[in-house]
């Protein structure tokens, strides 16, 4: 029985700028599982990850223009930080 996913895994070289180091993430990787037609990020910086999945919804919107990364890391603050 064959494998009903297809991964396509590839380091890529732009790099999103992350929120809490204020620089370029330490990498970037990108997969691609085109069963689903779907593509997911993981950035990996400061010891940390972070995964971004784009649905195959959004890769259709996204197509008609640019892909653009925004900032990894960043996080919404539910309380204030303590003092
Ligand atoms: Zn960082």
New binding site residues.
């Given amino acids: 029985m064959a494998d009903l996913s297809t991964l396509h895994v590839r380091e890529l070289k732009t790099l999103p700028i992350?929120d809490?180091?204020n620089r370029p993430?330490d990498r970037l990787i990108e997969v691609e599982d085109t069963t689903f037609d779907r593509l997911t990020f993981i950035a990996a910086?400061?010891g940390d990850r972070e995964r971004i999945t784009i649905t195959h919804e959004e890769l259709v919107v996204m197509r008609g223009g640019s892909l653009q990364f925004g900032r990894a890391?960043v996080q919404v603050r539910a309380l204030p930080p303590k003092t």
Avoid: S
């Fill in positions: 992350c809490r180091c993430v910086c400061h890391f």
